[in-house]
């Protein structure tokens, strides 16, 4: 399976766009798998340095999991705010506790409009913006959450770290 | 293992209980696409990814004018159970009794593990399979597959 919505400018890029290796995770802020792959993923960030760039998209069971929604679009929103990543993470740190409590503190210690914030989530502004990321997923074969892309084909070996690791050293030794 | 039923044959038709007390059948819903997920079971936990990505994806089959159909082995009532415990807001049809007999039309069945494949057909609206295939029982086949059938079903 490969991803068939090229990493674009409307994506949350960590790293250079000259970087070798792309690592793209579809994710979803409830799924306790993503949960724990986030510090999985600052390690193998950390290991590659420069030579690899990380984008996420969002996947969320909103079904399945009543907060994954309305954390994306909290993300989106600081993102809109240049905020996206200090929320990403912050988000997944705070995974047991997602709801309009922790937005709105995350959205004070991150020094964003806390009003703006709340009535972006209850408009569902950023909702267009998730619903798109979703889709380009599913079209790409997204079957569930994480799913990870190295260089745009589906990694569909596990995220445990040595093989995330081993993975993304062959595409940097085939680039 | 049968050879699942592929593009081109006309879809055998069945009525199944959808509901303790409701049964629908396939002619019903001539007249627009059809998407058939034969899948193993309720409760095993890649079905319930399975069922669960299909029903955030449900708006997108909606686009095209399709219904989603699941297909198991399992009774109305597990079926009950489990669509409300997963939110599944598409019918889920019990191939109960006789066990199998329409995954059995469709080469879906499994006869010595008593379960379906996982396999996923799309039926015009003529009734005619339009795309099948079938993965192997552990892989979640995703989505892809069925939107690119859709789409590629003469408007």
Redesign the interface.
Known sequence: ?SLRVPVGEQDHVQGSADASCTLLEYGDYECPHCGRAHPIVKRVQKHFGKKLRFVFRNFP????HPHAESAAETAEFAGAHGKFWEMHDALFENQEQLGGALYLKLAQEFALPPQELRAAVENREYLARVKSD??GG???????TPTFFINGKRHDASFEYDDLVEAIQAALASA | MDMILAAGTPAPDFSLHVTPDQKLSLKELRGKPVILAFYPADWSPVCG??M??Y???LS?FHKFGAELLGISVDGVWCHDAFAKD????FPLMADFEPKGAVAKAYGAYRAQEGFCERALFVIDKKGVIAWSYCSPVAV?????GI?EALENLPK
């Open positions: 399976m069971l909103s079904e399945m979703f889709t599913v079209r790409s074969g997204v079957n569930g | 990814d399975q669960a990505l029903n955030e994806v997108e997963r939110h599944l807001h979640n086949p995703g989505a892809d939107l």
